[in-house]
């Protein structure tokens, strides 16, 4: 149960950080938001462009059909005459980008002008071939298309065949034409504008989306990081009020939990017992082994002592394991570490010890009281057996990980060659049996340093002597 529950915080948790659910949410909502905008701004478009050019074709419409009107043919020769002209001014201005013409359509798509507007300043139309073939088959219907003007400039022109009463079965075609230059730049402003806001108005409300999103699920990110504060042991549950939907996810974290401390304590509770139950009879072996002086009770008291050792320190490791565990112990360092530095000198009499710290008050350890006092204890301690007379105790957040402490004990002792670091660590390996000990101190902060997921690092000191660094974790604060 503890186990799993360490997990979600570490790779699971990455795991969920990968796949923002944030980002999932506002990307689906953003892959019908955007083609439901680019949709919308092509329909506009089309809709002016549409309306736009309809407006424009409209009066050259009107001018074909004022022609036909105002045209009659001489019943003696069968030529063509204009009553009256179209009465727009921009007909009468040469070049001005509005034409009119009545001509003979050849073959090759060009006009023989029968008559034309003063605009044309004496030029002719030549309409595509595709366009003229649409001429001739569908007499008296308007056509559209496009040609070059007499000063070069695109045009847009309506044309309709036409036979007046009078010249048999020769048809005439009537063209009304225009500059298109200034509605072909209305439409691409217009497209231009209506994109920009559609996109404007698209990476609005995807910013919209997101903010609602945000506030949305911003209980669940409180949730979260309550859940950091039990986990850091800034706080011993999960509290806070939150909506009915993620209530109950809070009440089951905090069920969790207590379930989690319960496992823990019961654990505690059986190592004890086994502790006891282990340890009295082999002390009784021992005693009674002692009060006899032969070779059988000297083995039996060996090793009697031998398996003390050997349980006692398999039941350290255990409850290092329950206690590494745990959820929401917290423990100052600078505490501990000063009441050990206050109480080792009383217990190392025989030298003049000078322990100087280098700790700041505001870390604090992610555990059990204990546990620190045992691991620093135990460095401290060997660090009082061997020095010289200076010791130098210093912490500082380990570079690039958040969460973790680098405790440092330096002496001035003798110290260790390179290839006796692995040994030390060993349980029950000793370098120099005349020194007090059961050689199982460094081994058990190393045990209970990789329960607390840190480790123990041996190293030459500035000092001269041994360096200890043990990397623990500590409380993050926000």
Same mark, same amino acid.
């Given at each position: 149960?503890?186990?799993?529950?360490?997990?979600?915080?570490?790779?699971?948790?990455?795991?969920?950080?990968?796949?923002?659910?944030?980002?999932?949410?506002?990307?689906?909502?953003?892959?019908?938001?955007?083609?439901?905008?680019?949709?919308?701004?092509?329909?506009?478009?089309?809709?002016?462009?549409?309306?736009?050019?309809?407006?424009?074709?409209?009066?050259?419409?009107?001018?074909?059909?004022?022609?036909?009107?105002?045209?009659?043919?001489?019943?003696?020769?069968?030529?063509?005459?204009?009553?009256?002209?179209?009465?727009?001014?921009?007909?009468?201005?040469?070049?001005?980008?509005?034409?009119?013409?009545?001509?003979?359509?050849?073959?090759?798509?060009?006009?023989?002008?029968?008559?034309?507007?003063?605009?044309?300043?004496?030029?002719?139309?030549?309409?595509?071939?595709?366009?003229?073939?649409?001429?001739?088959?569908?007499?008296?219907?308007?056509?559209?298309?496009?040609?070059?003007? +007499?000063?070069?400039?695109?045009?847009?022109?309506?044309?309709?065949?036409?036979?007046?009463?009078?010249?048999?079965?020769?048809?005439?075609?009537?063209?009304?034409?225009?500059?298109?230059?200034?509605?072909?730049?209305?439409?691409?402003?217009?497209?231009?504008?209506?994109?920009?806001?559609?996109?404007?108005?698209?990476?609005?409300?995807?910013?919209?989306?997101?903010?609602?999103?945000?506030?949305?699920?911003?209980?669940?990110?409180?949730?979260?990081?309550?859940?950091?504060?039990?986990?850091?042991?800034?706080?011993?549950?999960?509290?806070?009020?939150? +909506?009915?939907?993620?209530?109950?996810?809070?009440?089951?974290?905090?069920?969790?939990?207590?379930?989690?401390?319960?496992?823990?304590?019961?654990?505690?509770?059986?190592?004890?017992?086994?502790?006891?139950?282990?340890?009295?009879?082999?002390?009784?072996?021992?005693?009674?082994?002692?009060?006899?002086?032969?070779?059988?009770?000297?083995?039996?008291?060996?090793?009697?002592?031998?398996?003390?050792?050997?349980?006692?320190?398999?039941?350290?490791?255990?409850?290092?394991?329950?206690?590494?565990?745990?959820?929401?112990?917290?423990?100052?360092?600078?505490?501990?570490?000063?009441?050990?530095?206050?109480?080792?000198?009383?217990?190392?009499?025989?030298?003049?010890?000078?322990?100087?710290?280098?700790?700041?008050?505001?870390?604090?350890?992610?555990?059990?009281?204990?546990?620190?006092?045992?691991?620093?204890?135990?460095?401290?301690?060997?660090?009082?057996?061997?020095?010289?007379?200076?010791?130098?105790?210093?912490?500082?957040?380990?570079?690039?990980?958040?969460?973790?402490?680098?405790?440092?004990?330096?002496?001035?002792?003798?110290?260790?060659?390179?290839?006796?670091?692995?040994?030390?660590?060993?349980?029950?390996?000793?370098?120099?049996?005349?020194?007090?000990?059961?050689?199982?101190?460094?081994?058990?902060?190393?045990?209970?340093?990789?329960?607390?997921?840190?480790?123990?690092?041996?190293?030459?000191?500035?000092?001269?002597?041994?360096?200890?660094?043990?990397?623990?974790?500590?409380?993050?604060?926000?």
């Amino acid at each position: 149960m503890n186990a799993r529950f360490q997990s979600g915080q570490g790779g699971a948790g990455k795991a969920v950080e990968g796949r923002s659910l944030v980002w999932r949410l506002v990307r689906s909502a953003a892959l019908w938001v955007v083609p439901a905008f680019l949709v919308t701004a092509i329909s506009l478009i089309l809709f002016y462009r549409t309306s736009t050019y309809k407006i424009f074709d409209d009066p050259l419409i009107n001018t074909i059909q004022s022609l036909i009107a105002y045209v009659e043919t001489d019943p003696q020769s069968g030529e063509i005459i204009l009553i009256r002209a179209p009465i727009d001014p921009s007909y009468q201005r040469a070049l001005s980008g509005r034409y009119w013409l009545i001509g003979e359509l050849k073959e090759d798509g060009r006009l023989e002008s029968i008559m034309g507007s003063p605009s044309l300043y004496g030029a002719s139309l030549v309409l595509p071939l595709s366009d003229a073939q649409k001429v001739r088959a569908h007499q008296g219907d308007v056509v559209r298309s496009i040609a070059e003007g +007499p000063d070069k400039e695109p045009l847009r022109l309506a044309a309709q065949s036409v036979i007046f009463p009078g010249m048999g079965d020769r048809p005439v075609v009537i063209v009304a034409a225009a500059d298109r230059r200034p509605t072909e730049q209305a439409v691409r402003q217009f497209s231009l504008l209506a994109l920009g806001l559609m996109s404007v108005l698209a990476l609005g409300l995807s910013a919209a989306i997101f903010m609602q999103v945000r506030l949305g699920l911003r209980p669940l990110f409180d949730l979260r990081g309550r859940v950091v504060d039990v986990r850091q042991g800034r706080a011993s549950s999960v509290e806070g009020e939150y +909506p009915k939907e993620i209530k109950p996810l809070a009440d089951e974290l905090n069920s969790l939990i207590g379930h989690n401390r319960d496992v823990v304590e019961y654990a505690r509770t059986h190592v004890g017992n086994l502790a006891h139950a282990l340890k009295t009879p082999l002390a009784v072996l021992v005693n009674e082994a002692g009060d006899k002086d032969n070779a059988f009770s000297k083995l039996v008291t060996r090793q009697a002592e031998e398996m003390l050792k050997q349980v006692d320190h398999h039941l350290r490791r255990a409850r290092a394991a329950t206690r590494g565990q745990s959820i929401g112990e917290t423990t100052p360092v600078l505490e501990t570490i000063s009441s050990l530095a206050r109480t080792l000198p009383r217990i190392h009499r025989d030298k003049d010890l000078d322990i100087q710290l280098s700790v700041d008050k505001v870390f604090v350890f992610r555990g059990a009281k204990r546990d620190l006092e045992e691991m620093v204890g135990n460095l401290m301690d060997n660090a009082c057996k061997w020095t010289g007379s200076k010791i130098r105790v210093s912490a500082e957040p380990v570079e690039g990980e958040e969460g973790q402490l680098r405790l440092i004990v330096d002496d001035d002792g003798p110290g260790l060659d390179a290839d006796q670091y692995v040994t030390v660590l060993k349980r029950g390996e000793r370098l120099d049996e005349a020194t007090p000990g059961s050689g199982f101190g460094l081994s058990i902060v190393n045990d209970l340093a990789l329960a607390y997921k840190g480790s123990l690092q041996l190293d030459v000191s500035p000092l001269g002597g041994l360096r200890a660094i043990l990397i623990v974790p500590i409380v993050v604060r926000p």
